[in-house]
C-alpha cells in the first residue's frame, strides 16, 4: 500500500534490486524508436556552402563587368575613359558642316580625295537575278580562269586545234554556249590531277585502244568526214578564247558530259552540275570536285595531236574487219609507254578541208656526201694507216 501510494502521487522512483535486471527500464529503453542513422552523402550545410559560393561569384562578377552598380556604401561609381581628342575641336567641327568638298579643303589642305577611292562613282548595284542565283546554287562554284601558254608557237597551235576538234565533232551542231560547255569540260580536266596535263593529251586520251577512247569522236572514225568550215571557225573561235582564260560558269566544275539520250552507269557516282544544249554535264563528289582540286600546272608541251589510232583502223573495227572493239592496243603499240615523237605542227584551224594528192615527182638517187672543203689543203683525203679504221674483224 505504501509503495504503491508513492508512486501513484508521481514520486521518482527507483530501481529495486530485487527486481530482475531484464525488467529494469532505463533512458536507453528497447522499447523506444531507434535512433535515426546519418545519410552517407553531403549534409544540408555541404550544399548551402555551395549555394553561398556561388552567389558570391556571380556578384563579383557583376560588380567587375559593371553590369550591376553596387549600394552607395561602397563608395562612388566611377569609370576612366581614355580620350585622344579635345571634348570640342572648332576645326573639326568646321570641316565636318562644310557643305562640300572644296570648301573643306579650304580649312585643311590635307583631306584626301574621296575619288582616290572609288567613292565618287559609287553606285547602287542592281538587283540580283532569282533565276540566275538559283542556278549557281545548283551548278556550283566555276572554274579559276587560267590562261594555257605554249613554251612555243607550235605547242599553242597544237592546244588550239586539239581542243578546237573536241568542241567541233562533239558539239557542232549545238549553240555557242553548247561549244563553251565542252571547251571547259576540257580545260577542267586539263587541269585536273587525274587527267592528262595537256590539252591534245586529254583530247585523245585513249585513242590508241580500240574502243577506249575518252572522247568518241577520237577512235569511232568521226574524224574521217571533213569538218563543214563555218562551225570549224565557230569552234575555233570557242577555243581560243577558253585557252586565253574565258570561264563559262553554266557548267561549273564539269569534268563529264554526255548527251540527253543515254545515262552511262557513271552518271550516279557523280555530281551533275547543269544540262547545256544537247549535253548532261557532271563533276567529282567530295573534295576531288572542289576549286582547290584543280590545280594541276600547265608545263606548255603538247603532245602530237591524234588520233593515235589510224582512221583507217577505226572504220575497220566499225566494219567488223579489225581489231574488236576493247581488244587492247595494236601490236605496233605495245611496249613500254615512250614520249609521243615531234612532228610537223598541225593543220591550222582553216586548212582542214583535205586536199586532193599531188602527183609526187620521181625521186632522184642519193647523192654521196663529200666531205672536203676546197679552202683546206688534203681536205676529204684519208691517210693511209686510218683507211681500214671502223672496219669488222672476223
Same mark, same amino acid.
Not at 556561388?54 to 563579383?60: D, G, K
Not at 585536273?192 to 585513249?206: A, E, I, K, L, Y
Not at 588520233?307 to 579489225?322: D, M, N, T
Given at each position: 500500500?505504501?509503495?504503491?501510494?508513492?508512486?501513484?502521487?508521481?514520486?521518482?522512483?527507483?530501481?529495486?534490486?530485487?527486481?530482475?535486471?531484464?525488467?529494469?527500464? %532505463? +533512458?536507453?529503453?528497447?522499447?523506444?524508436?531507434?535512433?535515426?542513422?546519418?545519410?552517407?552523402?553531403?549534409?544540408?550545410?555541404?550544399?548551402?556552402?555551395? =549555394? +553561398?559560393?556561388?552567389?558570391?561569384?556571380?556578384?563579383? /562578377?557583376?560588380?567587375?563587368?559593371?553590369?550591376?552598380?553596387?549600394?552607395?556604401?561602397?563608395? !562612388?561609381?566611377?569609370?576612366?575613359?581614355?580620350?585622344?581628342?579635345?571634348?570640342?575641336?572648332?576645326?573639326?567641327?568646321?570641316?565636318?558642316?562644310? @557643305?562640300?568638298?572644296?570648301?573643306?579643303?579650304?580649312?585643311? *589642305?590635307?583631306?584626301?580625295?574621296?575619288?582616290? =577611292?572609288?567613292?565618287?562613282?559609287? +553606285?547602287?548595284?542592281?538587283?540580283?537575278? !532569282?533565276?540566275?542565283?538559283?542556278?549557281?546554287? /545548283?551548278?556550283?562554284?566555276?572554274?579559276?580562269? #587560267?590562261?594555257?601558254?605554249?613554251?612555243?608557237?607550235?605547242?599553242?597551235?597544237?592546244?588550239? #586545234?586539239?581542243? %578546237?576538234?573536241?568542241?567541233?565533232?562533239?558539239?557542232?551542231?549545238?549553240?555557242?554556249?553548247?561549244?563553251?560547255?565542252?571547251?571547259?569540260?576540257?580545260?577542267?580536266?586539263?587541269?585536273?590531277?587525274?587527267? !592528262?596535263?595537256?590539252?591534245?593529251?586529254?583530247?585523245?586520251?585513249?585513242?590508241?585502244?580500240?574502243?577506249?577512247?575518252?572522247?568518241?569522236?577520237?577512235?569511232?572514225?568521226?574524224?574521217?568526214?571533213?569538218?563543214?568550215?563555218?562551225?570549224?571557225?565557230?569552234?575555233?573561235?570557242?577555243?581560243?578564247?577558253?585557252?586565253?582564260?574565258? =570561264?563559262?560558269?553554266?557548267?561549273?566544275?564539269? %569534268?563529264?558530259?554526255?548527251?540527253?539520250?543515254?545515262?552511262?552507269?557513271? @552518271?550516279?557516282?557523280?555530281?551533275?552540275?547543269?544540262?547545256?544544249?544537247?549535253?548532261? /554535264?557532271?563533276?567529282?563528289?567530295?573534295?576531288?570536285?572542289? !576549286?582547290?582540286?584543280?590545280?594541276?600546272?600547265?608545263?606548255?608541251?603538247?603532245?602530237? *595531236?591524234?588520233?593515235?589510232?589510224?582512221?583507217?583502223?577505226?572504220?575497220?573495227?566499225?566494219? @567488223?574487219?579489225?581489231?574488236?572493239?576493247?581488244?587492247?592496243?595494236?601490236? +605496233?603499240? %605495245?611496249?613500254?609507254?615512250?614520249?609521243?615523237?615531234?612532228?610537223? *605542227?598541225?593543220?591550222?584551224?582553216?586548212?582542214?578541208?583535205?586536199?586532193?594528192?599531188?602527183?609526187?615527182?620521181?625521186?632522184?638517187?642519193?647523192?654521196?656526201?663529200?666531205?672536203?672543203? *676546197?679552202?683546206?689543203?688534203?681536205?676529204?683525203?684519208?691517210?693511209?694507216?686510218?683507211?681500214?679504221?671502223?672496219?669488222?674483224?672476223?
Amino acid at each position: 500500500m505504501g509503495r504503491s501510494a508513492r508512486i501513484a502521487r508521481g514520486a521518482p522512483t527507483e530501481p529495486d534490486a530485487r527486481m530482475k535486471p531484464e525488467l529494469s527500464l %532505463t +533512458a536507453r529503453s528497447t522499447w523506444r524508436d531507434p535512433v535515426p542513422q546519418k545519410p552517407a552523402g553531403p549534409g544540408r550545410a555541404f550544399w548551402a556552402a555551395i =549555394v +553561398a559560393v556561388v552567389a558570391v561569384a556571380c556578384l563579383a /562578377f557583376l560588380l567587375s563587368s559593371g553590369q550591376f552598380r553596387a549600394p552607395a556604401f561602397f563608395g !562612388p561609381y566611377s569609370v576612366s575613359v581614355p580620350l585622344d581628342f579635345k571634348a570640342y575641336d572648332p576645326a573639326r567641327w568646321a570641316i565636318m558642316n562644310a @557643305g562640300d568638298y572644296e570648301a573643306a579643303l579650304k580649312i585643311d *589642305p590635307t583631306l584626301p580625295d574621296p575619288d582616290s =577611292v572609288g567613292y565618287g562613282d559609287a +553606285a547602287a548595284l542592281p538587283p540580283a537575278d !532569282p533565276a540566275l542565283l538559283r542556278e549557281e546554287a /545548283f551548278v556550283g562554284p566555276p572554274a579559276k580562269p #587560267y590562261v594555257f601558254r605554249g613554251v612555243t608557237a607550235l605547242d599553242r597551235e597544237r592546244a588550239h #586545234y586539239c581542243l %578546237t576538234a573536241a568542241i567541233y565533232y562533239e558539239a557542232a551542231s549545238e549553240s555557242d554556249d553548247g561549244m563553251r560547255g565542252v571547251a571547259q569540260t576540257v580545260i577542267n580536266r586539263v587541269r585536273h590531277p587525274s587527267f !592528262p596535263n595537256t590539252v591534245c593529251g586529254v583530247v585523245f586520251q585513249g585513242s590508241q585502244r580500240a574502243g577506249v577512247c575518252q572522247f568518241t569522236f577520237s577512235c569511232d572514225g568521226a574524224m574521217a568526214r571533213a569538218p563543214e568550215r563555218r562551225n570549224w571557225l565557230r569552234a575555233s573561235r570557242i577555243a581560243s578564247a577558253a585557252l586565253g582564260g574565258y =570561264v563559262f560558269p553554266r557548267v561549273g566544275l564539269a %569534268t563529264h558530259y554526255h548527251t540527253q539520250a543515254i545515262w552511262p552507269r557513271w @552518271g550516279k557516282s557523280l555530281v551533275m552540275t547543269n544540262i547545256v544544249g544537247a549535253h548532261i /554535264f557532271h563533276r567529282w563528289r567530295g573534295r576531288w570536285g572542289m !576549286p582547290d582540286a584543280f590545280r594541276a600546272p600547265y608545263p606548255g608541251r603538247e603532245p602530237v *595531236p591524234g588520233p593515235y589510232l589510224p582512221l583507217a583502223q577505226q572504220l575497220a573495227i566499225l566494219k @567488223g574487219q579489225g581489231v574488236a572493239p576493247g581488244a587492247g592496243p595494236l601490236p +605496233a603499240l %605495245t611496249g613500254p609507254a615512250a614520249p609521243l615523237p615531234d612532228a610537223a *605542227p598541225a593543220p591550222l584551224p582553216g586548212a582542214m578541208t583535205p586536199a586532193v594528192p599531188a602527183a609526187q615527182p620521181p625521186a632522184a638517187a642519193p647523192t654521196v656526201p663529200a666531205y672536203t672543203d *676546197p679552202r683546206l689543203n688534203q681536205s676529204g683525203q684519208i691517210r693511209e694507216e686510218f683507211r681500214k679504221s671502223g672496219e669488222w674483224k672476223g
